[in-house]
């Protein structure tokens, strides 16, 4: 058994929301087969290009790589990084932390709050990026100047944000009206070449979301479910290598140089699926809601058909589902408040919306929630 997330009205989930991405531009699969072909060496990108041209998605389809078919079953397309696989991640010049900051920063502004107000703050993650003695959330509320705020880190992985809004919402009160909650990843510093599987699918960025008590009972949460499978904790791992040598101190300390980060995408897909489908279920059975009662569905951004198999098995059609990963891929805990932004800012979400949180991440965990907006 998993953890019910009981009703809770008089919250209002999105009070501000801010999103953070690397300021380059998109990576694309096109630049990602590119840089692929000529890490493998051998003559083989020069080979292909006197025979191909320019044509990369040719390149890749000779080499067994079909762009088209990738795209039309995964929906990656674009994504952002902040550091180049390959190269030593001490020298990027935007990290983890500041993405981090810049969401909480444009949230806070965006919910025209007074900094001083903001009783907690909680940050979720699927790894550290760097080793520090002490909460990273500490850290960023530090650098926000969070002078009081209590604190707490949150390491479900890509199902972090609906973690964190169900924590947060046992502690909001009129006595603790506010709390920030930021999800952010740079999984790019974890990459290899070595690896290719993992390349497309992972991406960096970072959302922040104010939630705040409104005594309003006709917003709130409906309901939700947390639960995990740790049988298939094997799936998706990072290792960060302790203790500290020069050398890993030199390339920033996490080891991503594992099997199991070729795992056959199809046990993972279907394992994926099975997840995030058990944890929607259960959540529409604690709220006594079905599909049809749903008026939008902000998934996890893990694979496009894991997506649209998960709504279809609810009866949830592809028009009420909020889809960012052919902009943004997978980015992690942010993947579902990234969502959000963007279906506040498209208008998607009006008064009174019941909206379907469902995620699933690495572990393996996977919750649901639904917000009355």
Known sequence: MGIVVPKRMGIRISDGVGVAFPPYAPVT???????????????????????????????????????????????????????????????????????????????IADAGLERSLINAFFLSFSFYYTIRGGATASFIANELGLETAAVSDINATCSGAVYGMAMASGFLSEHAPYILLAGGETY???????????????????????????????????????????????????????????????????????????????????CATEELTKAIGQTLKVTGLTGKDIDLFLPHQVNLQTILTAAETFGITEDRVVLTIDKYANTGSSCTLIALKEALDQGRIGKGARVLFGVMGAGITSAGMVVQF
């Open 188 to 270: 790019s510093r974890g990459l290899d070449w070595e690896y290719p599987t993992s390349l497309p699918a992972v991406a960096d960025g970072a959302a922040a979301i104010v939630m705040r008590w409104t005594g309003n009972e006709k917003e709130g949460i409906l309901g939700g479910y947390l639960q995990a499978n740790p049988q298939h904790h094997w799936m998706l791992n990072t290792y960060q290598e302790l203790p500290i040598t020069e050398k890993n101190l030199k390339e920033g300390y996490i080891i991503m140089g594992n099997s199991n980060n070729n795992i056959n995408r199809k046990i993972f897909e279907k």
């Open 29 to 107: 699969n096109e630049k990602i087969i590119e840089s692929y072909l000529k890490y493998k060496g051998n003559g083989l990108y020069d080979g292909l290009k006197a025979e191909f041209g320019d044509d990369i998605r040719a390149m890749a389809k000779a080499v067994g790589m079909d762009l088209d078919r990738i795209e039309e079953v995964t929906g990656f397309k674009n994504r952002y990084w902040t550091h180049w696989p390959g190269t030593c991640t001490t020298e990027d010049n935007v990290k983890y932390d500041d993405l981090i900051i810049k969401s909480c920063e444009d949230a």
